[in-house]
């Protein structure tokens, strides 16, 4: 675990600098390139959300969160709680498939596609007001001297270290060979991380030994 104080000073001692040289603002752009980077890379439970919305009947823009970034699904939900996963398409497609977006009464949707970086167009467009929830991978908070503290600087404490002494190599002009050290141990670090996940993901107490309930058997 480490915190943003740790994590600057730690750069500083690796790459054997000081303030003068690295000072905090120089360090903050190395770990925003790293988050962006980890978000981009892992797919980590800590990145998803999830939004519920009522769609206007007639209306075939859905408005997206502020903190989005990529969208996982869209399902459609009903008054009796049957989900329908809505299918992802083109922009292009969706003006062949439904060419009168103001058409009322048209059905229930079908197909969604990125309209623009803050709405998804579906298709066809609503006859009813349906409730609508959205997955997406979203941009935490960042690291910085305000907010010191995040989920990946306290459960993947090297990713952030290796990742930023890379940078900060990469800045200083350091040598070939550490660079090359730094770049094996952050993509080593991010391995480590992913496969982690992956494990968190496909574990259950079933298949983990938590203690349960025994059953008596029905055979003498």
């Given at each position: 675990?480490t ?7 730690n750069i ?5 600098t000081?303030?003068?040289v690295l ?16 978000r981009r890379t892992?797919?980590l439970?800590?990145y998803?959300?999830?939004d519920?919305?009522?769609l206007t009947?007639?209306?075939p823009y859905?408005p997206l969160?502020?903190?989005?970034e990529a969208?996982?699904?869209?399902q ?16 292009s497609f ?8 103001t058409?009322?009464g048209?059905?229930t949707p ?5 309209w623009?970086?803050d709405?998804h167009y ?6 009813a007001a ?5 997955a ?5 908070p960042?690291?910085t001297?305000t907010?010191?503290?995040t989920?990946?600087s ?7 270290l290796?990742g930023?002494i ?7 002009k ?8 730094y ?6 670090s ?7 996940e ?9 298949r983990?030994g938590?203690?349960r309930i025994?059953?008596?058997s029905r055979?003498?």
């Amino acid at each position: 675990m480490t915190d943003y104080s740790d994590l600057t000073d730690n750069i500083r001692n690796y790459t054997e600098t000081s303030t003068n040289v690295l000072s905090n603002s120089v360090i903050q752009p190395f770990i925003e390139s790293i988050e962006d980077k980890v978000r981009r890379t892992v797919d980590l439970n800590y990145y998803r959300k999830y939004d519920t919305a009522t769609l206007t009947v007639n209306n075939p823009y859905l408005p997206l969160p502020s903190d989005w970034e990529a969208t996982r699904y869209v399902q459609l939900i009903d008054g009796s709680n049957n989900r329908t996963y809505l299918i992802q398409k083109d922009i292009s497609f969706m003006n062949e498939y439904a060419p009168d977006s103001t058409a009322t009464g048209a059905a229930t949707p079908k197909f969604y596609a990125m309209w623009d970086q803050d709405t998804h167009y579906l298709a066809p467009t609503p006859n009813a007001a349906l409730t609508v929830e959205l997955a997406y991978t979203y941009k935490p908070p960042g690291l910085t001297s305000t907010n010191t503290s995040t989920w990946l600087s306290q459960n993947a404490p090297n990713v952030l270290l290796y990742g930023c002494i890379l940078e900060a190599l990469g800045y200083l002009k350091g040598p070939a060979d550490m660079i090359q050290y730094y770049d094996k141990m952050y993509n080593q670090s991010v391995q480590a991380l992913a496969t982690y996940e992956m494990g968190r993901d496909r574990r259950d107490e079933f298949r983990d030994g938590v203690i349960r309930i025994p059953l008596e058997s029905r055979n003498p």
